[in-house]
Nanobody
Framework: QVQLVESGGGSVQAGGSLRLSCAAS????????MAWFRQAPGKEREGVAA????????VYAASVKGRFTISRDNTKNTLYLQMNSLKPEDTAMYYC??????????????????WGQGTQVTVSS
């Protein structure tokens, strides 16, 4: 059974930083594409960033490029999202997601089979 558990969310003022983590339970974690999504109240869930199994390839949504960095530590089965220069519009529930092999590094929800419960990020102006 695959489990994804996010942590690191919280409240921060605009311009601040947060680092999200996602602990994954699967034995073959290093073979999964991983991603971060977010969903604000009343809005669709959107892809924020995704990363290849080995960590060498990443994609970002235009709204976060240059401010957010996705990374992973395959020795710890953990995914990260470093969020800098946060804006009020970044306020949302953040979810990590896993796409089993063979996988694609995309920001569409479709390929991702496993999801965490989410961690709330609130940015005040």
């Amino acid at each position: 059974q695959v489990q994804l558990v996010e942590s690191g969310g919280g409240s921060v003022q605009a311009g601040g930083s947060l680092r999200l983590s996602c602990a994954a339970s699967m034995y073959t974690y290093s073979r999964y594409c991983m991603a971060w999504f977010r969903q604000a109240p009343g809005k669709e869930r959107e892809g924020v960033a995704a990363i290849t199994p080995g960590g060498g390839g990443t994609v970002y949504a235009a709204s976060v490029k240059g401010r957010f960095t996705i990374s992973r530590d395959n020795t710890k089965n953990t995914l990260y999202l470093q969020m800098n220069s946060l804006k009020p519009e970044d306020t949302a529930m953040y979810y990590c997601a896993a796409d089993p092999p063979p996988c694609a590094v995309v920001l569409d929800r479709g390929p991702y089979e496993y999801w965490g419960q989410g961690t709330q990020v609130t940015v005040s102006s």
